[in-house]
């Protein structure tokens, strides 16, 4: 196993301008993405401060209720492949008969909201199983209703298996970049038509 850890701080101006970054980035084998998406930045009417408060997320996320959208939106804006999460929601969303759901707290009674700052539980309508995935908006881990196998493991080389929780979900991957988005996708259709 190989492991490449680099850590460059500055900001995104000094980055930018610098030829040592420049020059590693083109030394990377393959496609590496230079997307930006718009800072945030808060300014507090009492002080005059601004603060960061993460990546300004634009539109719907797809299935997700409109109670639970600033929820959700709020999750996204630290996640720094916030865009790969939204693409595996449009595309785990447009399959036959998928709801996305919150989830109901220990203290929910009827005709309370649900709560949309855990994960997102995409479940197929009409099925007795519970979700076929969890997705975390704010890290993109998605939990599948799978276990882990060779197969699982040669469709998607970024899967890992877990050994604590629920024993119908065992299976996660971290969504960071396309390779892992299709990863994830691959497994989210095995678990859907497993449900």
């Known amino acids: ?28 084998p393959g496609a590496v993405e230079t997307g930006r998406r718009t800072p945030r930045v808060v300014v507090d009417p009492g ?22 959208q600033s929820a959700v939106k709020a999750q996204l804006a630290f996640n720094p492949a916030a865009q790969q999460f939204l693409d595996f929601m449009t595309e785990a ?5 998928v709801g996305v759901h919150g989830i109901k707290r220990q203290t929910w009674q009827e005709g309370d909201p649900l709560d949309y700052t855990g994960y997102l539980r995409l479940r197929r309508k009409g099925s007795q199983y ?35 929780g629920h024993h119908r979900y065992r299976v996660n991957i971290q969504i960071h970049d396309e390779s892992t988005l299709k990863q994830a996708l691959a497994l989210a259709e095995l678990a859907y038509d497993a449900t």
Request: aromatic share 12%.
């Open 1 to 28: 196993m190989k492991l490449t850890y680099v850590c460059f701080e500055g900001t995104p101006q000094e980055l930018d301008a610098s030829e040592v970054v420049r020059e590693l980035v083109r030394q990377q």
């Open 47 to 68: 002080s005059d401060d601004e603060f960061d408060s993460g990546w300004l997320v634009e539109g719907d996320v797809p299935g997700v209720a409109e109670e639970g």
């Open 93 to 97: 969303t447009s399959w036959e008969s």
């Open 130 to 164: 519970g979700g076929f995935v969890y997705a975390f908006a704010s890290t993109g881990v998605i939990n599948f209703r799978l276990h882990h196998s060779d197969e699982i493991a040669a469709l998607a080389p970024d899967a890992y298996p877990l050994t604590k």
